[in-house]
C-alpha cells in the first residue's frame, strides 16, 4: 500500500539552460512547435482553466516569471507535471471518516498524496493550507495500479478528498476501486428492515477544471451492491375459542351462574325436600314434595390466541470491498409457532399456528440494489460507481470494457 510521487523534473539542477532543451522539457506531449519557440510561450501560466500549460503553475516553478521580465536562470529546477502511484491495497479499515484511498492533502497518517514532498506541514500537506499543487493548474497523474475500496458506509473506496476544488487531475485506473457492500436488514443491533445503501467507487469530490478519468482494460470501478430487505414477520395463527361449561342447582330456587359465566338455559329435577301429612282418619305417613331441585346451564367463551408468526429473515450483505467473496443471500425466516393458550373445556374452534416468517432478500452485486420483501422498508440501492458530489469531469476514456465500471455515473 501507498503511493509514490515522481516529477517530470526537476530540470536543469545544474548546468547550461538552452531554449532548445526547454522547448523538449516542455512541448514533450504538444508537437507542433517546430525547432522553434518563444519566449512569451515560456511565462509561467497561472490560469487554472487552461489545460496542461506549457510551462505550469506549481510550487517548483514559483520562480519564472509570468510577466516580461523572465530570464533562463529562472528555470533551474523547474518541473512540467506530478504522476503519483497507487499500488498494494488502501482501505480505511483503520481510518473513520476517511475515504479508502484519499487523494487529497497529505496528513501525518500517510493518507493523502505530497505532490511537492514538504510533509504534512509542507504545501501540499493538511496543515499547509491552499498554495500546494493540489490547487494549481500543473498536471497531476494518479496511477491506480492496485486496489482501493471501502469498508465504511458513506465512504468511498477513493476520492478526491478532504473536498477541495482541484485542477488538472488525470486519473489512471489499471486496477481495482470497489465500493462498500451494504448490510442485510435486520442485521444485529438494528431494528431497520431496509437493507444498507451500497458505496461509492470513485468520488471526484469538489473537482474544479480539466480534471479527466481514464480507464483500461482489466480495470474494476465498481460500485457496492445494496443490502437485502429483511423478510416480513409471518402472520400470527387465527384465534380459536375455549368453550367451559357449567352447572348450577338450587333445592327450591336457581342460583345464578359462576363469575364470568352466562347462562344459556335453566332446567328442573326432582324433589329435594317433602312433608309428612295425615293421609286417612288412622293413617299419619303419607309425605308429599315441598321443595323440587332446580338449577342454570352456564356457559363461558375465552379467546385462544394463534400461534406467533415466525420472524422474517435477515436480508443478504450486498457485495462490495467489505463482501468479495461471502454469501449474498438471504437467511430463511423461522417458523411459525403453535398456540400457547390452554383450554379447561373444549376448543371450537382450535387456535391456528403462525406462518412462517418470509425469507430475507438477497444482497445486490457489485452495483446492483438488494432485493426487497414484502416487509415495510425496501432494499438498499446499489452505489455509484464514479460520483461527483456537485463538481465535474472528463471522461471515462479508454480502453475498458462494458464489464470495467458498475453502478451509476453522476
Not at 92 to 110: C, L, Q, V
Not at 168 to 185: A, D, Q, R, T
Not at 242 to 262: I, M, N
Amino acid at each position: 500500500m501507498g503511493v509514490s510521487v515522481v516529477k517530470a523534473g526537476p530540470y536543469f539542477s545544474s548546468g547550461p539552460i538552452s531554449f532548445s532543451q526547454l522547448r523538449t522539457n516542455f512541448t514533450d506531449d504538444q508537437p507542433g512547435f517546430g525547432l522553434q519557440i518563444s519566449a512569451s510561450q515560456l511565462r509561467r501560466n497561472t490560469d487554472v482553466t487552461r489545460k496542461n500549460p506549457i510551462v505550469p503553475d506549481s510550487t517548483e516553478n514559483e520562480q519564472i516569471s509570468t510577466g516580461s521580465n523572465l530570464r533562463l536562470s529562472q528555470f533551474r529546477n523547474s518541473i512540467k507535471r506530478y504522476v503519483a502511484t497507487q499500488s498494494g491495497t488502501d482501505d480505511n479499515a483503520s481510518f473513520p471518516g476517511e475515504p479508502g484511498f484519499r487523494m487529497g492533502r497529505f496528513d501525518a497518517a500517510g493518507k493523502g498524496i505530497d505532490w511537492s514532498g514538504g510533509g504534512v506541514n509542507g504545501r501540499d500537506g493538511q496543515n499547509g493550507g491552499t498554495t500546494g499543487n493540489h490547487f494549481r493548474n500543473v498536471q497531476k497523474i494518479i496511477k491506480i495500479t492496485g486496489t482501493c475500496g471501502s469498508v465504511r458506509p458513506g465512504l468511498a473506496g477513493a476520492q478526491m478528498a478532504p473536498i477541495a476544488t482541484v485542477h488538472n487531475v488525470k486519473i489512471e485506473v489499471y486496477g481495482s476501486i470497489l465500493g462498500y457492500g451494504g448490510k442485510g436488514g435486520g442485521q444485529a443491533g438494528s431494528s431497520d428492515p431496509s437493507g444498507e445503501d451500497g458505496g461509492t467507487a470513485l468520488n471526484f469530490g469538489n473537482v474544479g477544471n480539466n480534471n479527466t478519468l481514464f480507464v483500461f482494460s482489466g480495470a474494476r470501478i465498481w460500485a457496492g451492491g445494496g443490502g437485502g430487505e429483511r423478510g416480513k414477520t409471518g402472520a400470527n395463527g387465527a384465534n380459536g375459542t375455549c368453550v367451559e361449561s357449567s352447572r348450577t342447582q338450587g333445592c327450591g330456587g336457581k342460583p345464578g351462574c359462576p363469575s364470568g359465566f352466562t347462562e344459556i338455559g335453566q332446567w328442573s329435577g326432582g324433589c329435594c325436600q317433602s312433608y309428612s301429612y295425615c293421609c286417612g282418619l288412622f293413617n299419619c305417613g303419607c309425605t308429599a314434595c315441598s321443595q323440587y331441585l332446580q338449577g342454570r346451564n352456564c356457559e363461558r367463551k375465552t379467546t385462544m390466541l394463534g400461534g406467533l408468526g415466525g420472524i422474517g429473515g435477515k436480508g443478504g450483505n450486498g457485495r462490495g470491498y467489505n463482501n468479495q467473496s461471502g454469501s449474498t443471500s438471504g437467511e430463511s425466516g423461522l417458523p411459525g409457532q403453535n398456540s400457547t393458550s390452554t383450554c379447561g373445556g373444549t376448543q371450537s374452534p382450535s387456535p391456528g399456528a403462525g406462518q412462517n416468517g418470509e425469507r430475507g432478500g438477497d444482497g445486490g452485486n457489485y452495483g446492483e440494489s438488494g432485493q426487497g420483501t414484502f416487509n415495510t422498508g425496501n432494499g438498499g440501492q446499489r452505489g455509484r460507481a464514479i460520483a461527483t458530489d456537485g463538481g465535474k469531469y472528463d471522461g471515462p476514456y479508454g480502453t475498458y470494457g462494458t464489464d470495467t465500471i458498475k453502478g451509476t455515473i453522476y
